[in-house]
């Protein structure tokens, strides 16, 4: 029993959030912080077994929600008849936006869905050319502007939209997933419900 436990990696801590925007020359991370609860994902112990050194680092690009996951570990336990190390990506594929493509088949075409199903699991260079290309800077939310301000000597805009826009459907999923990260209880929507029932909804993005 004592061998096993030295197998499993409390999850809070295992994960590891990152929020990043282009930079001059590569990306630059603007915040890095744990999750409050990880149950909704891992299990009620939240705790992941298999790994020894495990970290599970997922990154944010700030402006678009897009995620990159990395998984690394010091060593992996080697199955044992049934028991055997938990498939990290193949249990995140159910929370993280790019990895549910059927909610975005009215939408968006095959080549763009299967970019989407992939997206977050390709390689960290791929995510940092994309954000690196991507234009974070003149990026718009989705929506329609309803009113600006200045605090601090900072600008800031609010935007409105409803959840039956494609544009708004698609940001609202890739936050989803901080839900179940820091609110207790909490339930990510059912994005998947019929448009009138979505349309009861307006988001707004500051």
Do not use: C
């Not at 990152?18 to 020359?25: D, F, K, L, N, R």
């Not at 994902?41 to 995620?67: K, N, P, T, W």
């Not at 044992?80 to 939408?107: M, Y």
């Not at 605090?151 to 959840?163: A, C, D, T, V, Y």
């Amino acid at each position: 029993m004592a061998e096993l436990e030295e197998w499993s990696s409390d999850s809070n801590q295992a994960v590891e959030i990152s929020i990043v925007q282009a930079g001059q020359e590569s990306p630059k991370t603007l915040s890095t912080f744990h999750p409050k609860f990880t149950y909704p994902i891992f299990g009620d112990q939240e705790s992941i077994f298999g790994y020894q050194g495990l970290r599970i680092v997922i990154r944010f690009a700030a402006h678009d929600l897009r995620s990159n996951i990395q998984i690394t570990h010091d060593k992996r336990f080697e199955a044992v008849g049934d028991t055997k190390a938990t498939d990290i990506e193949e249990t995140l594929k159910d929370w993280i936006p790019s990895s549910k493509p059927l909610l975005f088949l009215r939408f968006y075409s095959v080549k763009r869905l299967n970019d989407e199903f992939t997206a977050a699991f390709r390689s960290a260079t791929h995510f940092d050319t994309h954000l690196q290309n991507s234009s974070g800077k003149d990026f718009k939310p989705p929506g329609y502007l309803i009113e600006s301000y200045t605090s601090r000597n900072r600008n800031f805009e609010i935007w409105n939209g409803e959840l039956t826009d494609p544009a708004v459907k698609e940001l609202v999923e890739r936050m989803q997933i901080f839900v179940s990260f820091f609110v207790e209880g909490g339930r990510p929507l059912d994005l998947g419900e019929e448009e009138w029932t979505l349309s009861r909804w307006r988001v707004f993005f500051v």
